[in-house]
């Protein structure tokens, strides 16, 4: 089974940038590789999904033009950088594995996305 571990959330003021990374214990390189976020409703709603070869990563509309996601599969490792901050990102992020062979599925929804790593808290202040 592959593990997820998310790593560099924290806390920072609006404005500031974070970047966070999720490590996969297992091959990616044919896998989409996304991230999430719990919204108020305490659903987990999309950030940005990343797939395979010259496909065009999706982001949110809330987050287009402030956060990048990038991987290097060499390393099994996705990140999400962060700028230009909100209070209204503040949240718990997930990073969540589509599975052995989604890397062009174009899948965006949570649903899609079998295995999820615990989360990592981004906080940011007015």
């Known amino acids: 089974q592959v593990q997820l571990v998310e790593s560099g959330g924290g806390s920072v003021q609006a404005g500031g940038s974070l970047r966070l990374s999720c490590r996969a214990s297992y091959y990616t390189y044919n896998r989409s590789m996304g991230w999430f976020r719990q919204n108020p409703r305490n659903m987990r709603e999309t950030v940005a999904i990343?797939?395979?070869?010259?496909?065009?990563?999706y982001y949110a509309n809330s987050v287009k033009g402030r956060f990048t996601v990038s991987r290097d599969d060499a390393e099994q490792t996705v990140y999400l950088q962060m700028d230009s901050l909100k209070p209204d990102d503040t949240s718990m992020y997930y990073c969540a594995a589509g599975a052995w062979g989604s890397g062009q599925s174009r899948s965006t929804s949570p649903g899609d996305f079998p295995i999820w790593g615990q989360g990592t808290q981004v906080t940011v202040s007015s």
């Open positions: 990343s797939y395979t070869g010259d496909m065009v990563p």
